[in-house]
């Protein structure tokens, strides 16, 4: 598929998120043919990224019109525990599902979106954002570094995903943490019963 440029990511991406997982082969695929054409990454940034959200979305699409038969497929205590992340905060826990490399559980999450149904609109946002950072960082190194990035990849993808998601993570709670105080604020100052505040 590398053959094929920016359309052969796309295909590798989208078999990827949907139905025929490539664990990290299309990342690799993607760094070499940045390092190849590296004024072209940007492109192959943006073609990774678009298979990949249409792929997902199409496990999405199953699961949201009632394929409950997937549950069967994925442990039920890896349903239990996207589910809960997906009550407190869809977009987040979307956003760093997608940012984190294999073996993370993304099609756990995806399956427990669509049957949860999350609206379809924050779902593709936050897929664009978490694998478009994922897609352009790798495409980026491809680019800088050549195929030593490839290297890079193996030996430190997971430890720099799982630093931007500890970030997105800080930043949801820190958000979620202010969200509240003000909330508190404002009911502290309504006026009670007499005209004072309570």
């Not at 490839?150 to 993808?157: G, I, T």
């Amino acid at each position: 598929m590398i053959l094929y440029g920016g359309w052969g990511l796309f295909g590798m991406s989208f078999l990827d998120s949907s139905l025929m997982p490539l664990p990290l082969i299309n990342d690799l695929a993607l760094i070499m043919m940045a390092s190849r054409r590296p004024a072209l990454w940007p492109l192959y940034a943006l073609a990774a990224t678009v298979g990949s959200v249409c792929g997902i979305f199409l496990f999405y699409g199953i699961a949201h019109s009632g394929g409950k038969f997937l549950w069967r497929k994925t442990k039920p205590q890896t349903i239990s525990r996207a589910q809960r992340w997906l009550d407190r905060n869809d977009f987040v826990a979307i956003l760093v599902a997608s940012l984190l490399p294999p073996p993370a559980p993304m099609k756990a999450f995806v399956l427990a979106a669509g049957l949860l149904r999350v609206n379809a609109l924050r779902f593709g946002l936050a897929l664009l954002v978490g694998r478009g950072v994922r897609f352009a960082a790798e495409a980026w190194l491809g680019a800088r570094y050549g195929l030593r990035a490839q290297e890079f990849l193996r030996h430190n993808l997971a430890w720099a995903s799982l630093a931007i998601a500890l970030v997105v993570i800080g930043l949801a709670l820190l958000r979620h943490w202010v969200n509240r105080q003000s909330s508190e604020d404002s009911t502290q100052s309504l006026p009670g019963p007499g005209g004072e505040p309570k």
